[in-house]
């Protein structure tokens, strides 16, 4: 492929909620533009950008895809983002690689929450957005509803720039609004220039009359110009609509088929002649190594300054690494400073990803898109720079990852390439996330979503060949005691040679929440000789850290060391490490012991209209609500306490009541007392795991 200026490059960004048709739409564009002869479909798992087996066998995209598409002397880099919530990490990557967004919608479905989020997205990067309504050919869609969904959605600035002719299975071209012309399509992906339908008048007519007011109202001169004149000349109203997409004061509207290519090539058209090249963009900011704020300009003579965007594991290269130029090039055979990491990286031979195809290309310029296998300490979000000006982008905001899975090997001999598989997949998917909980003796991973995590276990067996078993993590409970206590431990062996002696007697009371663990010596006239009192901490300590009902550590006890007896030659430290232990638990049952359970902070966000329904779901729970805190857009943030037990697997419970509507953010507060019946239950569960792991 060759090499592109800055100006004959769109980065382009395809989003939109699950089952919209963007997956489709890309094989449209490939198709129309002659870089492939049949379109494949997504249930025949043939498509080019859906060539994951997870992708074919669940008929939906679970990973960030690119095309580069060659039209009319331009290059457009197409990228396609997931539309499931489970993989919305791709999309805010992706984003930051995009110069403008197109949001896929379904005329049968109409606007979704994946929509919703991802036009949110686009709002806080500034990218222009343009929406293209697809699936008009389907039954049941209707193009005037979806509009009018998406002006109430986002507003007055959504502007239909086509309508589409026909309806249903009699869908066959577009009216051009800007142009006053028709385009039909009677077979195969090439327009037939027309004129408009009689029939299409009584709603063109009006409705270029609104386009050309938001053209006018998208600038303050043209507004002027507008009133005093009561129309725009057409040249001034195609400027205007370019300049007011790329300002994203005005989202232009397309219609088509991306099944059918109905409406392809039109915006192809569109995408060379009117989205915003990589020179059209503002500078993009940095940050230097003190700290400073900087810019760069799309200059391929400049700095070097790149972003990874993502990573993919690929079983016979390894690691695939995406990245979009900001500044300066990238070339074959030449290193590249990874500013985030501070390593240095060898770049070998660079290509454009078509899928799962690779085109070698020869250079990668400020503004285009390419791609480089096998760089070793590079990740999702880095930053490649020069050495001497080593600055970074700012990282990307990513969702934290909260359903937890336990996970084990089948295997039993598969520890190391388990490690090793779920490394590689963090590298790749930054909203993966794995952790050893040391307390529960648990390898953890933590992901969006069953979805997520589904697949993420699917791709430990397909590319490292490991098989895992998993269930609920495990959560770490406390145990503390009721009331104050005294007790006695007595360790006295004697059955010939070296015995063992030692005798304690401890007190024991409970502390306030927070205050951990606090031993005291009481011990008067040498009853115990010094060097054995450290020895009955340990054994207490240690005791405290195992448990005595539940296994989980003892917390927020005062023990106090009140007497004790030893024997000249058999005492030791070992004796009094037992006869601490035995002495603590002696008291552990006669104080009483409660278990705490871990409580923590939620901030859920949800429509307005959703509030009763979850603040209901919160008090089942066992929930505190704090208050509520008005967030704009019709949202509303609802902070609770609840026990993280209740709230394990909250990321179903909440997609479930609100259809996908709602997100919530969760961090730990505090332990408190858990209701005795719930706690029993627990302890049941403990005691009952220890006598089927001992009669193993």
Not at 23 to 40: H, K, P, Q, V, W
Not at 117 to 130: C, D, G, I, T
Not at 186 to 215: F, M, N, Q, T, Y
Request: aromatic letters at 6%; a negative charge.
């Amino acid at each position: 492929m060759k090499t592109y200026d800055a100006k004959d490059i769109r980065n382009v960004l395809l989003v939109g909620h699950g089952g919209s048709g963007k997956t489709t739409l890309l094989e449209a564009m490939l198709f129309a533009s002659g870089a492939i002869t049949r379109m494949g479909t997504v249930e025949d798992g043939n498509t080019m950008s859906d060539h994951d087996p997870d992708e074919q066998r669940r008929q939906i995209s679970v990973s960030l895809a690119m095309a580069p598409i060659e039209w009319k002397d331009a290059k457009i880099n197409v990228l396609d983002a997931p539309g499931t919530a489970d993989f919305i990490g791709d999309v805010r990557s992706a984003i930051r690689a995009a110069d403008a967004v197109i949001v896929v919608v379904s005329a049968v479905d109409g606007v979704e929450v994946q929509t919703e989020f991802a036009w949110e997205l686009a709002v806080q990067e500034n990218l222009p957005r343009a929406v293209f309504v697809n699936k008009l050919d389907r039954e049941r869609a209707d193009f005037q509803a979806t509009l009018d969904q998406l002006v109430s959605s986002f507003g007055n600035q959504v502007a239909p720039f086509e309508l589409p002719i026909g309806a249903e299975n009699d869908f066959n071209g577009i009216a051009d609004l800007l142009h006053e012309k028709a385009d039909l399509y009677p077979s195969g992906p090439k327009a037939e220039e027309s004129d408009w339908p009689d029939e299409i008048h009584a709603i063109a007519d009006p409705a270029r009359e609104k386009l050309i007011e938001a053209v006018a109202e998208s600038d303050d001169a043209l507004i002027e110009r507008y009133l005093e004149e009561g129309t725009l000349p057409e040249d001034v109203i195609t400027q205007g609509a370019k300049d007011g997409f790329t300002n994203a004061r005005l989202a232009p509207v397309f219609v088509g088929s991306a099944s059918r290519a109905i409406g392809i090539d039109r915006l192809l058209d569109f995408i060379v002649e009117e989205f915003p090249s990589p020179l059209d963009r503002t500078p993009v900011k940095v940050i230097a190594k003190g700290g400073e704020d900087k810019e760069r300009t799309c200059d391929s003579n400049g700095p070097l300054t790149a972003f990874v965007f993502k990573t993919l594991s690929d079983p016979f290269v390894g690691h695939i690494t995406m990245f979009r130029v900001f500044s300066g090039k990238v070339r074959p055979d030449s290193s590249a400073h990874n500013s985030t990491q501070g390593t240095e990286e060898r770049i070998g031979q660079l290509f454009a990803l078509k899928g799962k195809e690779h085109e070698s290309v020869s250079e990668v310029p400020a503004g285009d898109i390419g791609a480089v296998a096998k760089l070793p300490h590079t990740h999702t979000g880095d930053t490649f720079a020069t050495k001497d000006d080593p600055v970074q982008l700012a990282p990307v905001e990513l969702p934290e990852p909260l359903l937890a899975y336990a996970i084990s090997p089948k295997t039993k001999g598969d520890e190391d390439r388990l490690a090793t598989g779920l490394a590689r997949l963090r590298e790749e998917d930054p909203t993966f996330r794995v952790a050893r909980n040391d307390e529960t003796h648990q390898t953890v991973i933590y992901g969006m979503g069953e979805a997520h995590l589904g697949v993420q276990i699917e791709r430990l067996k397909a590319k490292f060949g490991v098989d895992v078993e998993t269930k609920p993590a495990k959560i770490a409970y406390r145990e503390t005691i009721r009331s104050r206590a005294k007790a006695q431990g007595r360790h006295v062996k004697q059955s010939g040679g070296h015995g063992q002696y030692a005798v304690c007697e401890i007190e024991i009371e409970p502390l306030p929440r927070g205050e951990g663990f606090v031993y005291e010596d009481k011990i008067f006239g040498g009853a115990i000789p010094q060097q054995f009192i450290p020895s009955i901490e340990k054994g207490i300590v240690k005791t405290m850290s195992e448990g005595v009902l539940s296994g989980n550590p003892m917390v927020d006890i005062k023990v106090t060391l009140v007497d004790g007896k030893f024997h000249a030659v058999d005492s030791s430290d070992m004796a009094f490490q037992i006869a601490g232990s035995i002495a603590l638990k002696e008291a552990v049952e006669q104080g009483g012991v409660a278990l705490l359970e871990p409580v923590v902070q939620l901030a859920v966000t949800v429509p307005e209209s959703f509030t009763g329904d979850i603040m209901g779901d919160l008090n089942a729970k066992r929930g505190k609500i704090q208050g509520m805190d008005q967030v704009g857009g019709g949202k509303q943030v609802i902070n609770a306490l609840v026990p993280q037990g209740e709230v394990a697997r909250y990321v179903i419970d909440l997609r479930s009541m609100t259809g996908g509507r709602g997100a919530f953010s969760m961090t730990f507060s505090h332990y408190e007392e858990m209701p005795q019946h719930l706690a029993q239950k627990v302890i049941d569960e403990y005691q009952q795991a220890r006598e089927e792991a001992h009669k193993k």
